[in-house]
């Protein structure tokens, strides 16, 4: 422990940048030495496929997007069956497939960034 905080400073000292980023391995801190990356707990480098992982977030984004419009029309086809409904039993059912889809809709929104 007391090696690798001296190897960080070490690293900082020499002009290694500190990255948001972690390890992949054992989470600690990496650090930006020109243009190799590396992890001063595992002594190695480490690379880094930012762009893989901005692809799978932006397609998540998407298939969120799409989920809540699919949501969205389920609630507004129920709305329509409660409108024109009159038998009590229905009724109920429709209400709980209503809350279910809400909560569903509710979740999918919680999960897409501002
Ligand atoms: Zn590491």
Redesign the pocket.
């Known amino acids: 422990m007391g090696s690798e905080l001296k190897k960080m400073s070490e690293l900082l000292k020499s002009g290694a940048t500190m990255l948001s980023e972690?390890?992949?391995?054992?989470?600690?801190p990496?650090f930006r030495v020109g243009k190799e990356i590396i992890?001063?707990?595992?002594?190695?480098q480490?690379v880094i496929v930012k762009s893989t992982e901005e692809e799978g977030k932006i397609m998540g984004d998407r298939v969120l997007q799409e989920l809540e419009q699919t949501l969205l029309s389920k609630i507004k086809e129920i709305d329509g069956a409660i409108r024109s409904e009159k038998d009590p039993d229905r009724l109920g059912q429709y209400g709980k497939a209503l809350l279910t889809w809400l909560d569903a809709f509710e979740r999918v929104r919680r999960l897409k960034p501002d």
């Not at 972690?22 to 600690?28: D, F, K, L, N, V």
């Not at 992890?39 to 190695?44: H, M, Q, S, T, V």
Request: with cysteine; charged share 20%.
């Open positions: 972690t390890c992949p391995e054992c989470g600690s990496l992890c001063a707990k595992c002594n190695r480490v």
